[in-house]
């Protein structure tokens, strides 16, 4: 099976959310025995088949990721970072390593510095969830080296992610892992 991306509708109600990613991957595999769980860092896993499930939620989107292989995905929606409102150079500076920090800074203007920390934090957070990690681990790994992504940390790849749906263009996603 190739990756296969399933969007759905956010829920802010985080049972309602489960009931839709249960009933869309039952749905998807044609099998009502499969199982959704959640580990206790709330990385979810399927039983049932042998697949790999990634979920991502920001604004009115949930992005449901299925491979064959261990997959993390991520994504923000865009509108809800307006300009001016936040201090990226700070945020990075407790979130991320030093290097990322700096990278950070070198924006020329605020949208700039906007841009290059969403960068950084969708492909950290699909690392993470990737890995079964934690926004805690963020600091212990790097995604750039100088002005540059890198297109894999260790030996998991990681990219920029599109996925076509309506408004689509308002959502920056990443994923991580071996994706065929």
């Given at each position: 099976m190739a990756l296969k991306c399933i969007v759905l509708a956010n829920n802010p109600d985080k049972e309602a959310r489960h009931a839709a990613v249960l009933e869309a991957v039952r749905k998807y595999f044609g099998n009502d025995e499969v199982m959704v769980n959640y580990g206790e860092t709330g990385k979810p896993s399927i039983t049932g088949v042998k697949k790999y499930i990634s979920v991502t939620t920001t604004g009115e989107k949930m992005i449901v990721a299925l491979s064959d292989s261990p997959v993390g995905i991520d994504g923000e929606y865009l509108p809800r970072y307006a300009e001016g409102k936040t201090d990226y150079a700070m945020l990075a500076d407790r979130f991320f390593s030093g290097e990322e920090s700096e990278y950070v800074r070198a924006g020329s203007t605020v949208v700039d510095e906007k841009d290059r920390f969403m960068k950084i934090w969708t492909r950290k957070e699909a690392y993470v969830k990737c890995t079964g990690?934690?926004?805690?681990?963020?600091?212990?790994?790097?995604?750039?080296?100088?002005?540059?992504?890198?297109?894999?940390?260790?030996?998991?790849?990681?990219?920029?992610?599109?996925?076509?749906?309506?408004?689509?263009?308002?959502?920056?996603?990443a994923i991580a892992g071996e994706l065929k």
């Open positions: 990690k934690g926004v805690a681990d963020f600091p212990s790994f790097s995604v750039i080296e100088g002005d540059k992504l890198l297109p894999k940390v260790g030996s998991i790849p990681l990219r920029k992610f599109s996925i076509a749906f309506e408004g689509s263009e308002n959502y920056l996603f």
